[in-house]
T-cell receptor, first 113, second 114 residues
Framework: GENVEQHPSTLSVQEGDSAVIKCTYS??????FPWYKQELGKGPQLIID?????GEKKDQRIAVTLNKTAKHFSLHITETQPEDSAVYFC????????????FGQGTILTVHP | DGGITQSPKYLFRKEGQNVTLSCEQN?????MYWYRQDPGQGLRLIYY???????QKGDIAEGYSVSREKKESFPLTVTSAQKNPTAFYLC?????????????FGAGSRLTVL
């Protein structure tokens, strides 16, 4: 089955700095890669996703890049703000599989004012 | 407002007891999922259901059971056979799509075994 590795497990930055979280996946048939943000006491929420036919996608301060050859994808947050502090999860899914997302281990991001 | 409701938010159980976690959605989603969250291990899939009266084991189904008698409801029973049940449990739902699957999560239920 699919295996998703996520690094780092914790990340601490100063407000205004950039943050990068990286994930690698094992199943070359995976073609959908979402990122979820989980705030304290809440369930995860989708913040951005990318499909395998695209190399990069941006949404304001958030971007995701995908390298299919190397089987890794990354989340980039620019101009970080304290409200970006949360746990971030990457995930991967095969196109032949209904809804069966495999998640990474999570990254605790702390943005210091 | 549409969403997913999980109850109870906190639950305490003695060893040897079964407990059932409730999950209800009003999003008209066909698919529903149960994930377990442990520190440092991410979200692991317990069971999922793509349609009513059908469900599939996920990666860590041992010691758990589910039912899907109604589209809106997908309760999870943590049985006494589950060796380490203390965890945070998340229910989610989505449309039934081979492509992008946007999961909508509930706020979670925290189970503690005393």
């Amino acid at each position: 089955g699919e295996n998703v590795e996520q690094h780092p497990s914790t990340l601490s930055v100063q407000e205004g700095d950039s943050a990068v979280i990286k994930c690698t996946y094992s199943d070359s048939a995976s073609n959908y890669f979402p990122w979820y943000k989980q705030e304290l006491g809440k369930g995860p929420q989708l913040i951005i996703d990318i499909r395998s036919n695209v190399g990069e996608k941006k949404d304001q301060r958030i971007a995701v890049t995908l390298n299919k050859t190397a089987k890794h994808f990354s989340l980039h947050i620019t101009e970080t703000q304290p409200e970006d502090s949360a746990v971030y999860f990457c995930a991967a899914k095969r196109g032949t599989s209904y809804g069966k997302l495999t998640f990474g281990q999570g990254t605790i991001l702390t943005v210091h004012p | 407002d549409g969403g997913i409701t999980q109850s109870p938010k906190y639950l305490f159980r003695k060893e040897g007891q079964n407990v059932t976690l409730s999950c209800e959605q009003n999003l008209n989603h066909d698919a529903m999922y149960w994930y377990r969250q442990d520190p440092g291990q991410g979200l692991r899939l317990i069971y999922y259901s793509q349609i009513v009266n059908d469900f599939q084991k996920g990666d860590i189904a041992e010691g758990y059971s589910v039912s899907r008698e109604k589209k809106e409801s997908f309760p999870l029973t943590v049985t006494s056979a589950q060796k380490n049940p203390t965890a945070f449990y998340l229910c989610a739902s989505s449309t039934r799509d081979l492509g992008a699957n946007v999961l909508t999560f509930g706020a979670g239920s925290r189970l503690t075994v005393l």
